[in-house]
């Protein structure tokens, strides 16, 4: 639907895409939920893109809310992308993490406990870094220390 067919109504799956913009542990439905968003100019989808714009720990889902609100017509300015952590102490939980398993883990072993035990910090940094997000999590993990 282009800007000229804009809908000013809610859509119909207004509050699964509500959950969806909400939830933490999956930066594409996140993504996906902003996009859908876009295609409707109502008070309560500009708000929710607002919100995402703002505090979405993932850029890529920032940078789309925005987008998505300057089409609508909205005033915005440009997220900036944040330096540091996505995510306060990442490094402590990677610790952790490491700490939890035998001392011979694989980095495939650490990867798969980092995915069930904080699905929200691997799905943060796995919307941050693309493509290099193994490579990223490898070399953190083999610089982890443990002692």
Do not use: C
């Not at 703002?54 to 089409?71: I, P």
């Not at 700490?99 to 495939?108: A, F, G, I």
């Amino acid at each position: 639907m282009s800007n000229n067919e804009e809908r000013t109504d809610l859509p119909a799956n207004f509050d699964e895409l509500k959950k969806s913009i909400n939830r933490t542990a999956n930066w594409r439905e996140r993504l996906d939920a902003v996009e859908e968003l876009g295609m409707w100019k109502a008070r309560e989808t500009i708000e929710l893109l607002k919100h995402s714009m703002a505090g979405d720990s993932v850029f890529k889902v920032r940078e789309a809310a925005y987008r998505q609100l300057l089409a609508l017509g909205e005033k915005v300015t440009m997220p900036e992308r944040k330096e540091g952590d996505a995510i306060k102490d990442t490094k402590k939980i990677l610790v952790r993490i490491k700490k939890s398993l035998p001392k011979d883990h694989s980095y495939e072993d650490f990867k798969e406990k980092l995915k069930k035990m904080r699905i929200d910090v691997y799905d943060t940094y796995e919307g941050e870094k693309g493509a290099d997000f193994d490579k990223w999590l490898e070399q953190l993990w083999s610089e982890l220390r443990t002692s």
